[in-house]
């Protein structure tokens, strides 16, 4: 529910203080529980209720608007593109759902293939006789009549294709959703609707997972391809520079899944990474590797001492199927990769260590890519991150559309949410972004940035740029950086913390005389994101040479800034818990309301008071409808999102039901965070 309380600075870890608001001499904090609708109870007073009431209106604006209901439709009201009607955005200022044309025989899910057709790539296989190729996982053609579009980011932009839907079983039924553990299944999904759902299973049959050992099909998979791939060179250990890539052979991508001991892997947390595994590893013939980098909280344990210690955390923090995907890491071991004495931090709100996974979450992604030398590019993921849809096609099409994307005004067009309803085109959004760059008068960033107290890194001392042929040639900026592999791939808006109120803004170490804009920096929202060899490179000097570091979401951006780095922000599809009004305008006012129509700066979208507008978003750190949302399209029934008052929606009863339009069925989304999955685990 929501409530008003008087004002008290955030203690750490209180996420649920969200916003707060001056009205009159009384200074109110809207604390959101279950993100329900705007009305409080009455308590006899209406002068009192009414103040309060509009107490609540100005703190949190968006919890007046409706709920959309268009996400919860299922596969018997799936419709071609042509015929969808998206409850949002719509042309009316009140959007509203009607009843949806039901087809009782429902459209049949296909196998989805989202891959690069390639004479070269070797078929990889679940098991050691190479008799169980990887699955597919399945779509259906369409989506559900009235399902909202995104409303941030862009299925077109970024090359996914939006014109599909995934269900729960095609999603993950090829990796043991829906049938027993006896069976060699997950033992989970059988207690929800589950009509017609064999159908994903009549390929391969329900395959026996038991055995699988995930590290072991990956190296495989990754031998039986490696004549597609650049290796580092036997004496230097490096890959070949980018623009002397052997013609036909990629660059290898590491996916690092941070988890830490004591994580509860759950059957769907196991369905979720056997997902990840075989869609970007198995089924790409190689292209990504999978790793879990595991924390070792326990201090004490001597897992580098005694392999038999290693074991044991190993049994009993990780299932057996992916112990050879384990990378283990401590806090201690950081301080021995980067010893001495670091200088206070400008600010430490956290009061973690400068060596501590909360503040410096890069550092193990560092030393994990100086041990890992075949890996051109690292994806930083999360144990509580999903993708509905492949996991391939989300992170391969991001990956594609960021390397050619020009380096003129990159860091400008990266600091705003792109809003479809309200820019219009991306060739729109990109002049508006010139315009307001040359209004503000401020120099667009381009290149290395300088700034007093400076200290150089290893290849600017030899002399090598960071800028490609491409923007030293002939063929104009507009070229320049078109193809360049990006640096850096942030999963929301790259933003200038000075002013920004953002809490950890001067979370700053080892930089002479620093201050609230000194040196500059930026920082993108959430850890998620693609960073090149050449960038972990760059921070593990700075960490280990100059002593320098940030705070976790602000060092790779930073680095990045001061070398001049590729980096930029992808603009995936983002949905909303409720239709925003004016249609357009309300979003860019609330996600870009820094300054010069960005997310940076004086009165930025992630300001401590501000940020309750991400949750009801499908991706930010404290997003309540990602999680209800997931639940919903797994099956489980979930209070509507109206709060503890609301009704119970969802689940196998209402599914099954007479004049039900059947199981949800989603588009291809990004959805965190994921904290639980069934409501048991709660």
Request: aromatic share 12%; net charge negative.
């Amino acid at each position: 529910m929501a409530r008003i309380r008087k004002y008290n600075p955030p203690q750490d870890g209180d996420e649920n203080a969200v916003s707060n608001a001056d009205t009159g001499n009384t200074r109110v904090v809207v604390q959101l529980d279950d993100d329900e609708d705007a009305s409080l109870p009455d308590d006899g007073d209406e002068m009192h209720d009414e103040k309060r009431q509009m107490n609540l209106r100005e703190a949190i604006p968006w919890l007046l608007y409706k709920h959309l209901d268009g996400y919860f439709q299922g596969i018997r009201a799936l419709v071609d593109k042509s015929d969808r009607v998206p409850e949002y955005p719509h042309d009316t200022q009140k959007p509203s759902i009607s009843s949806s044309p039901l087809r009782y025989n429902a459209r049949k899910p296909r196998s989805y293939d989202p891959y690069r057709p390639s004479s070269s790539t070797r078929t990889c296989y679940l098991d050691r006789d190479h008799r169980i190729p990887a699955p597919a996982i399945y779509a259906y053609d369409g989506v559900p009549w009235h399902m909202p579009d995104p409303a941030l980011g862009s299925y077109e932009l970024l090359g996914i294709n939006g014109d599909v839907c995934f269900d729960r079983f095609g999603r993950y039924g090829p990796y043991g959703l829906g049938y027993s553990k006896l069976r060699g299944g997950a033992g989970v999904g059988m207690d929800t609707e589950n009509s017609d759902s064999d159908q994903v299973w009549a390929a391969t049959g329900q395959i026996n997972y038991h055995r699988v050992d995930w590290g072991y099909a990956q190296e495989m998979c990754s031998e039986a391809n490696k004549h597609r791939f650049l290796e580092p060179d036997r004496n230097t250990e490096e890959l070949p520079p980018a623009g002397l890539h052997l013609k036909g052979k990629k660059g290898r991508i590491a996916v690092v899944v941070r988890c830490y001991q004591g994580f509860e892997w759950t059957d769907l947390a196991i369905l979720n990474f056997r997902a990840m595994v075989t869609e970007l590893s198995l089924r790409s013939g190689g292209e990504y590797t999978v790793h879990l980098l595991l924390h070792v909280r326990d201090v004490d344990l001597p897992i580098w001492a005694d392999d038999l210690t290693a074991q044991h955390l190993l049994d009993d923090y990780v299932p057996v199927e992916f112990h050879s995907l384990v990378t283990l890491w401590s806090e201690p071991q950081m301080r021995l990769f980067y010893p001495g004495d670091f200088a206070e931090a400008l600010e430490n709100p956290s009061g973690h260590s400068v060596h501590g996974v909360y503040r410096s979450a890069h550092m193990p992604l560092q030393v994990f890519a100086m041990k890992h030398p075949e890996y051109e590019y690292f994806w930083n993921w999360e144990m509580d991150m999903r993708v509905v849809g492949n996991y391939y096609e989300m992170l391969d099409r991001i990956g594609r559309w960021a390397d050619d994307q020009p380096r003129s005004l990159l860091w400008e067009r990266s600091a705003r949410y792109f809003i479809p309803n309200y820019h219009g085109t991306w060739e729109n959004f990109t002049r508006e972004v010139k315009l307001d760059t040359l209004l503000s008068g401020e120099r667009p960033v381009f290149g290395p940035v300088m700034f007093t107290g400076r200290r150089p890194l290893r290849h600017e001392q030899q002399g090598w740029s960071v800028l490609p042929d491409s923007c030293v040639s002939a063929r104009g900026p507009a070229q320049c950086g078109v193809g360049e592999g990006a640096d850096l791939i942030t999963l929301n808006p790259i933003f200038d913390v000075n002013e920004s109120g953002w809490v950890f803004a001067n979370d700053v170490t080892g930089y002479s005389d620093a201050d609230s804009s000194h040196p500059p920096r930026r920082s993108a929202i959430i850890t998620g994101s693609r960073l090149s060899r050449r960038l972990l490179v760059a921070m593990h000097e700075e960490v280990w040479r100059h002593r320098h570091t940030m705070f976790s979401e602000m060092f790779p951006p930073t680095v990045a800034l001061h070398g001049g780095f590729k980096a930029l922000y992808a603009p995936h599809p983002v949905y909303l818990e409720r239709a925003w009004l004016p249609l357009g305008s309300a979003l860019n006012a609330a996600f870009n309301s820094g300054k010069h129509n960005s997310a940076s700066g004086r009165n930025s979208p992630y300001d401590m008071e501000n940020e309750h507008n991400h949750k009801g978003t499908s991706w930010y750190y404290h997003s309540e409808f990602a999680g209800l949302l997931w639940r919903r399209w797994l099956g489980y029934p979930q209070m509507d999102g109206r709060g503890a008052r609301g009704t119970e929606r969802g689940g196998i009863m209402e599914e099954s039901a007479k004049g039900s339009s059947g199981r949800m069925c989603l588009r291809s989304m990004l959805v965190h965070p994921i904290k639980y999955e069934r409501p048991a685990e709660e």
